[in-house]
């Protein structure tokens, strides 16, 4: 097999060096320090043409194939891996399932602008408790009337706040696994969409990765994409195609570094001559190049077969894994040859190395990909059988809590039942520790999230952590972007862990990141303004309420009027022990006509019965598909 690429892709690829040499490779350390969006650089490459590139013309694309679409991300992705992930992105992973599974208006009102680079796309998947388990998702959709009404959250999304158009996947039906998820197109600007922070990550800082909030937002029915139950499959198609995008990535990633070590090896001198000359160093370049040709082969062979409409799951997936795991072998060579200079800030090779790594993990880890690659060869792994419906139920990450909303009467009131029910738990206001104790020590910890507002309220946090006995902390936005705190008072997966009694959380929605470092406190407390925060399902009393209002009363209601006394030495309380509500029970129904067996989790489509209907819920007119028999003549399997 003799194998090339047309003159065409090469002008193509010819181009985009060229565009991305003069409006990337200049600002890219700038935007790797500022953690920075290229929005300007991303609109100017919209104008070329280049972020449909694989879409029909008559949809705003480029007429392009698949293939042209990878050489445009190794392109950007060998001067910049965080410009390489935009396009990706937004081609493979916002604008396919539109193009793949939207009905025709769909096509034109979303998918047209986003080929044309009008607008930019996202996609939100994945979730708390579902990264490599997509199938267990958690946002929920509920059909009221003409909208579904969306509820839950999405972490890491690429393009997440910077994108116009997201395709969501949401659970429908609740309790029969990957077949009761729906994808939806989600407009940003709907009232409930929010985003949480950028996340600061270790590479690909000019792309944008934040979180996605979903607070009763209504999506109009006719954003649902493909069918109902059809999720799970649009997800799972869409990313096979976005592989062959992360796998363009990686060999871009390394095809940049290999290129800035050649050239180094050239120019460096030791032991009086270039060290090119050196053999280590020609092995370290053979070993490079050698491994960079293979991986574009398979990049390009995927791209081919997609474009072909040949079967290309197993293919992108090993074209994803191998790209990625040569290109941190590539990255770390070339560092290797650049020596003490690549391990300095601003060196492409550093930068490189940095960026690399996110390749293995995101759109699936490599460990994924020999799941999906072995699952070709040998079928699909058998597994348990998924629970029956509204048994299977997750805990929140803090482990299980009262969740005791404190609703009745006035906010001082509210407050007052607050302090009443923390001293039947054994919580003694009449001693405490001084609010600068590490939080790692402290028996209790006030904390403030971006609810707190401007720095003067931290006065709020500090008057009521003295009232409550406790040390200030934070969340980690507090800490780092707003700097009210010092950076080791935020609490949170990647900074401070608290394991002692008490934990008032004050104005923090409770990102998974800072649920992880109270998830041992014996008593959690959240104040919040807004209902939905994933605080309150993770926490055991919870006011609703203005940080302004129901911090001084509570400062109030605690306040002794004396001094506290120093406390003893912390003896951990024992937490709630949760009765959980058993579910009810809901099963399979036999015909005594026929012996058909009615089963819930499928429901019955000609009847247009959703699956997940119980037998109790089915219509009194529905009758046995099979033989006509009535409802009532069924009886429990
Ligand atoms: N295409 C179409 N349908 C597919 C499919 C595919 N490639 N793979 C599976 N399906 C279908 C199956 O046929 C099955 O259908 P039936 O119910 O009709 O039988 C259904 O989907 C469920 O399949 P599985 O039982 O195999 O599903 P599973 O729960 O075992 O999951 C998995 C399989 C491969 C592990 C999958 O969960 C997976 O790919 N996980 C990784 C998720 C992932 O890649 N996340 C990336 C997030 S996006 C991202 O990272 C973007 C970014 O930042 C740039």
């Not at 077969?305 to 997936?317: C, Q, R, S």
């Not at 009443?420 to 020590?441: N, R, Y």
Request: proline content about 5%.
């Amino acid at each position: 097999m003799y194998y090339k690429t047309s003159q065409e892709h090469e002008a193509l690829r010819a181009a985009i060096r060229e565009w991305a040499e003069r409006e990337i490779k200049p600002i890219a350390f700038m935007l790797d320090q500022n953690n920075q969006f290229p929005g300007e650089q991303i609109r100017d490459f919209a104008q070329r043409g280049y972020m449909g590139l694989p879409y029909p013309t008559e949809y705003g694309g480029a007429g392009k194939d698949i293939l042209s679409y990878a050489i445009a991300v190794e392109e950007l992705s060998r001067v910049d891996g965080g410009t390489g992930v935009i396009l990706s992105a937004h081609v493979s992973l916002g604008s396919y399932p539109i193009f793949a599974f939207g009905t025709e208006e769909q096509k034109q009102k979303y998918l047209v602008p986003l080929a044309k680079g009008e607008k930019i796309g996202a996609f939100g998947l994945t979730e708390p408790n579902a990264g490599s388990d997509a199938g267990g998702t958690e946002t929920t959709a509920e059909l009221v009337g003409d909208y579904y009404i969306l509820n839950g959250e999405k972490i890491f999304i690429t393009n997440g706040g910077e994108a116009d158009t997201y395709v969501v996947f949401a659970v429908t039906t609740p309790g029969i696994g990957t077949r009761g998820i729906s994808a939806f197109i989600v407009e940003k600007g709907w009232k409930g969409f929010t985003f949480g922070d950028h996340y600061d990550k270790m590479g690909i800082r000019s792309s944008a990765t934040a979180q996605l909030l979903f607070n009763n937002v209504k999506v109009p029915r006719e954003n649902l994409l493909g069918k109902e139950g059809q999720g799970f499959k649009v997800a799972m198609s869409t990313l096979d195609g976005g592989r062959i995008g992360i796998a363009a990535q990686a060999l871009g990633i390394a095809q940049g570094a290999y290129e800035a070590a050649v050239e180094y090896a050239k120019e460096r001198e030791q032991f009086g001559a270039p060290i090119a000359q050196l053999q280590a160093i020609q092995f370290k370049v053979a070993e490079m190049a050698t491994k960079i040709r293979a991986a574009r082969f398979m990049v390009y062979s995927a791209a081919e077969l997609k474009e072909h409409h040949e079967p290309y799951g197993m293919e992108a997936a090993m074209a994803k894994k191998y790209a990625s795991d040569i290109c941190l072998e590539v990255v770390n060579d070339a560092l290797q040859v650049f020596g003490g200079n690549g391990y300095l800030k601003g060196m492409e090779v550093e930068r490189a190395y940095r960026d690399a790594k996110i390749c293995t993990i995101y759109e699936g880890t490599n460990e994924i990909q020999n799941v999906v690659i072995a699952s070709y060869i040998l079928g699909k792994a058998a597994k348990a059988a998924p629970a029956a419906p509204g048994v299977k139920k997750k805990n929140p990450i803090t482990g299980p809590r009262k969740k005791m909303i404190l609703s009745d009467g006035s906010a001082k009131e509210r407050v007052e039942q607050l302090v009443q029910c923390l001293k039947e738990d054994g919580h003694d206001f009449s001693v405490g520790i001084d609010i600068d104790t590490p939080i790692i020590a402290a028996e209790r910890v006030v904390s403030a999230g971006k609810g707190i507002g401007s720095k003067e309220n931290m006065k709020l946090i500090e008057d009521l952590a003295k009232a409550a006995g406790a040390a200030v902390g934070s969340s980690r936005p507090v800490a780092e972007q707003l700097q009210y705190v010092p950076l080791n008072r935020y609490v949170g997966m990647s900074g401070q862990k608290f394991s002692g009694n008490l934990y008032i959380a004050c104005g923090i929605s409770g990102a998974t990141q800072h649920l992880k470092g109270i998830k041992e406190a014996a008593t959690i407390v959240a104040i919040n303004t807004n209902p939905n925060a994933p605080i309150f399902k993770n926490a055991d009393y919870g006011i609703v309420g203005d940080v302004n209002e129901i911090l001084p009363l509570l400062t109030a209601a605690l306040d002794t009027g004396k001094p506290k006394e120093p406390a003893p030495p912390m003896v951990k309380m024992k937490r709630a022990v949760i009765e959980e509500p058993q579910p009810a029970p809901v099963g399979r129904y036999v015909c005594l006509g026929c012996g058909y067996e009615y089963i819930p989790e499928n429901g019955d489509e000609d009847a247009e019965v959703r699956p997940g209907t119980s037998y109790k819920d089915l219509p009194e007119d529905w009758v046995c598909p099979e033989c006509g028999e009535e409802k009532a003549n069924f009886i429990p399997a």
